[in-house]
C-alpha cells in the first residue's frame, strides 16, 4: 500500500508540473498571436493530447520505460521512481537558483543513472543515440526556423492575408501540438503507466506502457490544471523572451519546432519541446539579422544540457545505489 501511494503521488505531481512547464508554454506561444481565441487553443491541446497515442503511438514512452536501462527486471520499479524523483528535485532546485533546464533531460538522466546505481543493465548505446538527437533536434529547429523566417518576409501582403495567417497559425499550433503529444509528453504516460501497474501489480519490475482512456482523461484533467495554474507567469516570461511580434514569424516558429519534434518522434526518441521551440524562435530572429536574437536563449539551452543532465545522472545513481543496500 506504502509503494502504490508513493508512486501515484508522484505521477500526480510529475503531471501538474508537467503541464505547468510545457503546457503553459504551449498555450502561451498560442495565445501570442494577434486575436488567438484563447478556448480554442487550449481545447485544441488537451484533445490532441488525450488522441495522440490511440492514433500515432507510444513509441517514445516506451524508450522511458525500455530502452534506456532494463527496468523490466526485479527492482526495475523503485529505480524507475528513483529516477524520477530526482529529476523533479534537480529541475525544482535549479529553476529555484535561475539555472535553465529541462525536465525531459532530468528524466533521461534520472532514469538512467537510478538503473545503473541499483545495478541493473544500462543500454549506453540506445542513451548514445537517445542523447544525440535530443541534441540535434534544437539544431534542426534552428535551420528551419531560419529557413522559414526568410521565406516569410518573401510572402506578398493583400485584403485577406490576416485571415490566412490566423488560419496558418492554428495549422501550426495544432501540429505543434501532435508533436509534443507524440514525443515530449509521452514522458507523463511512462510514469502514470509505471504508477497504475504497480498498484495493479505490486512492486517488482517495469511492465509494458498501457494507456487506458479513463486514467489517459485524468492526465490530461490534470495536465491542463497544471497549465492554467502557471500560464500568467509563462506568458509574461514569453513576453520577455521573444523577439519575434509578427504574425508569419509566429507561424515560421512554430512550424520550426513541429518538424524537429515530429523528426525525432519517428526515431522514438524524447526531445525536449520547450528547446526546440526557443530554437526556433532564435532561428526565425536570426533569419532578420544577429542583433535579433537572444543569445542567452542560445546559452540557456548549452547550460541545460552541461548541467541537468549530468547532476540528475549522477544523483540518480547515488539513489540506486541506496536502493541496493536497502
Given at each position: ?19 505547468a512547464n510545457d503546457g503553459a508554454t504551449l498555450i502561451g506561444l498560442g495565445l501570442r498571436f494577434p486575436r488567438s481565441p484563447g478556448w480554442a487553443i487550449a481545447l485544441l491541446l488537451v484533445v490532441v ?14 524508450t522511458f520505460t525500455e530502452r534506456l536501462a532494463g527496468l523490466g527486471t526485479s527492482g526495475g520499479a523503485t529505480a524507475f521512481l528513483a529516477g524520477v524523483v530526482i529529476a523533479v528535485a534537480v529541475v ?145 516570461r514569453l513576453g520577455r523572451g521573444l523577439v519575434i511580434t509578427r504574425p508569419l514569424h509566429i507561424v515560421s516558429a512554430e512550424t520550426a519546432a513541429t518538424g524537429a519534434v515530429l523528426g525525432s518522434s ?61
Open positions: 500500500m506504502g509503494w502504490t501511494l508513493a508512486f501515484a503521488t508522484v505521477a500526480i505531481l510529475f503531471v501538474l508540473i508537467s503541464g493530447l488525450f488522441a495522440g497515442p490511440y492514433l500515432l503511438g507510444i513509441a517514445v514512452a516506451r525544482a532546485v535549479l529553476t529555484g537558483r535561475g539555472l535553465p533546464t529541462s525536465l525531459t533531460l532530468a528524466v533521461i538522466g534520472g532514469i538512467t543513472g537510478a538503473g545503473f546505481g541499483a545495478g541493473l543493465p544500462v543500454s549506453w548505446s540506445s542513451l548514445g543515440a537517445v542523447l544525440a538527437i535530443g541534441a540535434g533536434a534544437p539544431l534542426v529547429g534552428l535551420a528551419l526556423g531560419y529557413l522559414l523566417g526568410t521565406l516569410s518576409r518573401r510572402v506578398p501582403s493583400y485584403r485577406r492575408m490576416p485571415r490566412l495567417v490566423l488560419a496558418a497559425h492554428l495549422l501550426a499550433y495544432a501540429a505543434q501540438c501532435v508533436a509534443y503529444a507524440v514525443n515530449d509528453g509521452q514522458k507523463m504516460i511512462a510514469v502514470v503507466s509505471v504508477a497504475v501497474d504497480v498498484g495493479r501489480e505490486g512492486l517488482g519490475g517495469v511492465g509494458p506502457v498501457e494507456v487506458p482512456p479513463a486514467w489517459m482523461a485524468v492526465l490530461v484533467a490534470l495536465f491542463l490544471a497544471g497549465a492554467l495554474t502557471s500560464l500568467t507567469r509563462v506568458g509574461e519517428a526515431l522514438g526518441s524524447p526531445v525536449s519541446m520547450t528547446q526546440s521551440i526557443t530554437a526556433g524562435v532564435v532561428g526565425v530572429a536570426a533569419s532578420e539579422g544577429a542583433r535579433r536574437v537572444r543569445w542567452q536563449s542560445v546559452m540557456n539551452m548549452g547550460t541545460a544540457w552541461l548541467v541537468t543532465l549530468p547532476s540528475s545522472m549522477a544523483l540518480g545513481c547515488l539513489a540506486g545505489l541506496a536502493l541496493r543496500l536497502l
